[in-house]
């Protein structure tokens, strides 16, 4: 049973080229190795925050497209283009209301990035670690 996307939805889907977002759904049931679920890069979420957290007639909803995720904070863009990073700690609850991406073992593009990603990021700590050796060096006495 499809369910209908809000509007901020379906416009965001249309930015990112998406017309039909079925194909990424979470298999919840059935075998273990077949089941799919979990929050992906580029999905779009609805996050309550705390109400200590925030102050006056300031919407307690944000939604928005996860950009990232990380140890202490969550990163997203929201429906009106802003970029945020939330706290994780002020976060009640995050509803997925859809993906825009496959399972992140099956996603190729996102694998291809990262190894490229992972790629550069070598590169310059060598060029760092380089660096950092050539200067000391010549500060040395013979």
């Known amino acids: 049973m499809a369910r209908e996307l809000p509007v901020w939805a379906q ?5 990112m080229g998406i017309d039909d977002a079925s194909s990424f759904r979470d298999e919840l049931y059935g075998p273990i190795a077949d089941r799919k679920s979990g929050l992906r890069r580029d999905d779009l979420v609805e996050i309550l925050l705390d109400a200590r957290s925030i102050s ?7 939604r928005g497209r996860l950009i990232s995720s990380h140890k202490s904070s969550i990163e997203i863009l929201d429906d009106e283009g802003r970029f945020r990073a939330i706290a994780r700690e002020v976060i009640v609850e995050i509803r ?3 993906h825009t991406r496959p399972l992140y073992i099956d996603d190729e593009e996102l694998m291809t990035y990262e190894r490229s ?3 550069r990021r070598s590169e310059i700590q060598e060029q760092v670690e380089k660096l950092a050796s050539n200067s000391h060096e010549s500060h040395q006495w013979g």
Request: net charge negative; no cysteine.
């Open 11 to 15: 416009e965001e889907l249309g930015k």
């Open 56 to 62: 006056g007639e300031i919407d307690p909803w944000i």
């Open 96 to 98: 997925l209301i859809a």
């Open 117 to 119: 990603e992972a790629r």
